[in-house]
C-alpha cells in the first residue's frame, strides 16, 4: 500500500519561510514524478511544483523565485522549501506521486497560514 505523508505546515509571518516534506512508502519512489499542490479555502486546488524523475522542477508562476522543490530518491523524499511567504500562499498543501493514470497517490495535506 502506498503512503504519502507531509509534514512541515505551520504559521508564519509574512516574509517567513517553512519547509514541507513528504515520505512516501510501499513503493518504489524514484519512478514517480513528485508534485506539490495547494488548495486555499473556497480555491480549486492548483498546482505548485513538479520534480521529474530525473530531477528538473517546474513551478506555477506564482512561487517561481520563492520556492525549491527538491527529491531525494535515497530518503523516498520530496521536499518544498518555501521563501519569502505571502498571505496569499496560505492554503493547505498536498503531496502528489504520479507514475501513470493508475498510479497515482496523494497525502493528507498539510496547512500553511501565513499571518502577521
Known amino acids: 500500500q502506498v503512503q504519502l505523508v507531509e509534514s512541515g505546515g505551520g504559521l508564519v509571518q509574512p516574509g517567513g519561510s517553512l519547509r514541507l516534506s513528504c515520505v512516501v512508502t510501499g513503493s518504489i519512489f524514484r519512478i514517480y514524478t513528485m508534485a506539490w499542490y495547494r488548495q486555499a479555502p473556497g480555491k480549486q486546488r492548483e498546482l505548485v511544483a513538479t520534480i521529474t524523475r530525473g530531477g528538473s522542477p517546474n513551478y506555477a508562476g506564482s512561487v517561481k523565485g520563492r520556492f525549491t522543490i527538491s527529491r531525494d530518491n535515497a530518503k523516498n523524499t520530496v521536499s518544498l522549501q518555501m521563501n519569502s511567504l505571502k498571505p496569499e500562499d496560505t492554503a493547505v498543501y498536498y503531496c502528489?506521486?504520479?507514475?501513470?493514470?493508475?498510479?497515482?497517490?496523494w497525502g493528507q495535506g498539510t496547512q500553511v497560514t501565513v499571518s502577521a
Open positions: 502528489n506521486a504520479r507514475a501513470d493514470a493508475i498510479r497515482d497517490y
